[in-house]
Structures are given as structure tokens and as C-alpha cells.
């Protein structure tokens, strides 16, 4: 939301204290449980604007990933307010294509979806959703995430950046609002890296 900002954008919160944001497009953030479609729907009813918000309360460590964060509740909410464009966090490390290189295709990865086969489930079952709906979506899709600040990034449609390895949070959170008013961008996943 701080992102949004200088863009000016404004979100529910900032236009519910006056703040205009210098106009711009505005934003709705739906306050609801994400598995409950009418609570998010009323949420979103009263907040949406151009965009609407979508995410996690809470400590994002006990953050919940994919279906369980944009499923079919959170697209129906979408919907109901109208709103077409929907931008979603997927994992670099969920897939292999053709921009990854040996290492990373046959030692990495497999190794990393082991581990995280749960959370990768969740995401590709998001992806599922998304593909599935009327809705202009984008996946971003982000390799191991690091708590730096912003820098300049590689962002490359439907495959894998080479030799991308990490990305801020500030950088996905920049990704992300780039990719909300970039129409080559509906309909893809954007791997988005250093």
C-alpha cells in the first residue's frame, strides 16, 4: 500500500482519512476472511474502487499461499465488484522452463518443490483458478525473497530469468503495481528477478 501512494493511488484506508493521494486511480482494500466469498463480496462492495486489495492479515510468516489466497471465493468477490484485473504472487521455484539453467532445473528446484510441496500445491491450484476465470490476471513470479531494498530487476514473460536468483519484497511489491497498468502483462506469468 505504501507503494501505491506515490502513484497515486488511493487505497480504502488513506481515502477513509482524506488523504487524496494526489487523485489518480483509485484502489478498495476488502477487509474479509479469504475462504468466506460473501464476507470478502460485502468487503469489497464497500471499498473497491478501480482495483481492489487483496492479501494476508497478520504476521506474513504465518501467511497462507496460493487457492487459499486468491481461490474461487477471492475471484467471486472480484467479480461481483466489477473489477477485471487481478495481480497474484506465484514462486519462480514452482516450475522449470527453458530459462532455467542445468543446476537449477535438476538439483535446485526439485530439491526446493520437495520441501515446499504443500505451499506449491496451493499456488498451483491458484494458478488453476486464475487461468480458469474471465479475469485479467497476471502470476508474478519471484525466485527467494530477501528483505533489501529496491534495485533495478529483470522481468521476463512466460519463463525463467537466467541466473535470477533473488528479489527484494519491495522489488515484488513494485512488480506488482507495474504489472497492474501493463496490458501486455494479462495473461501471464512475469518472472521477475535481479
Known amino acids: 500500500m505504501t ?11 488513506e481515502a477513509e482519512l482524506g488523504d487524496e493521494g494526489g487523485g489518480g486511480l483509485q484502489v478498495g482494500a476488502a477487509i474479509g476472511e479469504v475462504a468466506d466469498e460473501r464476507e470478502l463480496e460485502a468487503g469489497a462492495q464497500e ?13 506474513p510468516a504465518e501467511a497462507l499461499f496460493g487457492a487459499q489466497v486468491v481461490g474461487e ?7 461481483a465488484t466489477g473489477v ?12 522449470s522452463d527453458p530459462g532455467d539453467g542445468l543446476l537449477m532445473r535438476t538439483v535446485a ?11 506449491f500445491d496451493d499456488l498451483a491450484e491458484a494458478e488453476r483458478v486464475l487461468r480458469a476465470s474471465d479475469l485479467d490476471w497476471t502470476l508474478i513470479s519471484p525466485p527467494r525473497l530477501t ?11 512466460d519463463h525463467g530469468i537466467r541466473a535470477g536468483r533473488t528479489l527484494s519484497r519491495a522489488d515484488v511489491a513494485d512488480a506488482m503495481l507495474n504489472s497492474v497498468t501493463t496490458p ?11
Open 3 to 13: 507503494q501505491s501512494l506515490p502513484r497515486g493511488w488511493v487505497t480504502g484506508s
Open 84 to 95: 477485471r484485473r487481478i495481480v497474484s504472487v506465484d514462486a519462480a521455484g514452482r516450475v
Open 147 to 157: 528483505d533489501n531494498g529496491h534495485r533495478p530487476y529483470r522481468t521476463v514473460l
Open 47 to 59: 471499498q473497491a474502487g478501480d482495483r481492489l486489495q487483496v492479501g494476508v492479515r497478520g504476521d
Open 184 to 194: 501486455a502483462h494479462i495473461h501471464h506469468r512475469v518472472s521477475v528477478a535481479y
Open 109 to 119: 528446484k526439485p530439491l526446493v518443490r520437495r520441501i515446499l510441496r504443500a505451499n
Open 73 to 79: 471465493p477471492v475471484v467471486g468477490a472480484v467479480r
